[in-house]
């Protein structure tokens, strides 16, 4: 029988495990398990050829106990309510889990951005922020980029609030270019936050990250990023392969990270690089002995009919969703050690959070600053799941549920909602 790959049920079946292992009562289960408030709506778009196309925009408020939601916004062609619904029940407990004081949200249109021009791009994002301005704020609901959309999108956005309300509001959007109060350090947040964690389970596992192989499905920021902070982060490491939505390729002596970065900018895809010793799949490349492998693309691409040839010793999820819970199971039986994805990409949060707070008092960081605080909120958060994972004798992905979802429950009680 198939798995069930409808993301939002995979999410409530996830909080399901972690909920009953927590003793969660019924009241508190109901709840958590359902977004708190949820937005479908139409944009209609003057194209450049004079017609009228109308898109479909989400805004899902997911939970907002231990704070004002928080989470990316989306344009892709695939893009529904059940993926929306999901991502921001993934960033409520990626808020809850590294504990920043946010609860989590999430936003998408369905289109293919590939299709439109910067025009069109920017009369969709002005049109997205027209229909659910009343419902956004920093203290109620700041929106950052994700899958195709850019800090010149969260720019259009925010231009478009303040002329809404009338005032300056920096911090209701995050993920913003810096001359328009964007934070120092939010570029490579997502993937420098997944390198802290490999390399403190590099210490407990006893890898010398130096010397270790690693993988990479999925070529984009998150996964460039990660091909040369591995190196910079962990002292050095050997880049093996590399995919992206055209392919992979393969080589036993290792590829130059920033070089092969360069090609894929100028180019469009690692598939054409010369050095490659030889393509490869996307399904390949996840199946490779590797030390650390990075699951950087989109979910469900590690499943129970592929779990069992998994062969990394760590798989750093900066995907979300990239593992499903039947998976799970399989990975952790084989000893595989999974840092989950609502920990494994946090930084990019945890750097947005940053941002909210510099753009609410007019106050902006040093580069170091930022990425001290960022080594500090990853590494205690690892540290914690590590220690659930072990007390419990649970896998990391559902020791990080039992972390997440406790302080959000008892965030819940405290408020009186159960």
Request: charged share 25%.
């Amino acid at each position: 029988m198939a798995e069930e790959l409808n993301p939002f049920k995979i999410a409530q079946a996830q909080f399901d495990e972690a909920a009953k292992k927590l003793g969660l009562e019924a009241p508190m289960c109901e709840l958590l398990r359902w977004p708190r408030r949820e937005y479908k709506f139409t944009i209609p778009v003057k194209m450049d050829n004079g017609k009228t196309k109308v898109f479909h925009g989400y805004r899902v408020q997911y939970n907002d106990a231990r704070g004002p939601n928080k989470g990316g916004i989306r344009w892709h062609p695939d893009e529904t309510i059940d993926t929306v619904r999901a991502l921001a029940a993934w960033m409520t407990w990626k808020c809850s889990v590294v504990d920043i004081p946010l609860g989590g949200g999430k936003g998408g249109v369905t289109c293919n951005p590939k299709e439109l021009s910067e025009g069109e791009k920017e009369r969709l994002a002005r049109g997205w922020m027209r229909v659910i301005a009343r419902e956004l704020g920093e203290h109620r609901d700041c929106p950052a980029p994700d899958v195709y959309t850019t800090p010149q999108i969260m720019a259009w956005m925010m231009d478009e609030y303040e002329a809404i309300v009338g005032r300056s509001h920096p911090a209701v959007i995050t993920g913003k270019p810096l001359e328009l109060g964007g934070s120092q350090g939010r570029g490579d947040a997502t993937a420098r936050g997944g390198i802290f964690t490999v390399r403190e389970a590099c210490k407990i596992l006893k890898i010398d990250p130096a010397k270790a192989t690693y993988a990479i499905q999925g070529f984009g920021n998150a996964g460039q990023f990660a091909a040369t902070l591995h190196k910079e982060i962990l002292g050095g490491g050997k880049l093996v392969a590399v995919s992206d939505s055209s392919g992979g390729i393969y080589s036993a002596a290792g590829f130059d990270p920033h070089d092969l970065v360069k090609w894929k900018l100028e180019k469009g895809s690692v598939t054409t690089y010369p050095k490659a010793e030889k393509k490869i799949s996307n399904e390949e490349l996840l199946e490779l002995p590797v030390d650390v492998l990075y699951p950087s693309a989109l979910e469900n691409v590690i499943t129970k009919e592929n779990a069992a040839k998994i062969k990394c010793k760590v798989s750093c999820e900066l995907a979300n969703g990239p593992t499903t819970p039947d998976a799970d199971v399989i990975l952790h039986k084989a000893g595989i050690h999974v840092i989950p994805d609502f920990l494994a990409n946090a930084g990019g949060v945890t750097v947005s959070y940053f941002e909210q707070v510099q753009g609410t008092y007019n106050y902006y960081w040093k580069l170091p600053d930022v990425q001290k605080q960022l080594d500090e909120k990853m590494t205690s958060a690892y540290h914690a799941v590590y220690d659930m994972h072990k007390k419990q004798n649970v896998h990391m992905r559902l020791a990080a549920y039992m972390v997440a979802v406790k302080r959000v429950a008892d965030a819940v009680r405290l408020r009186g909602w159960v």
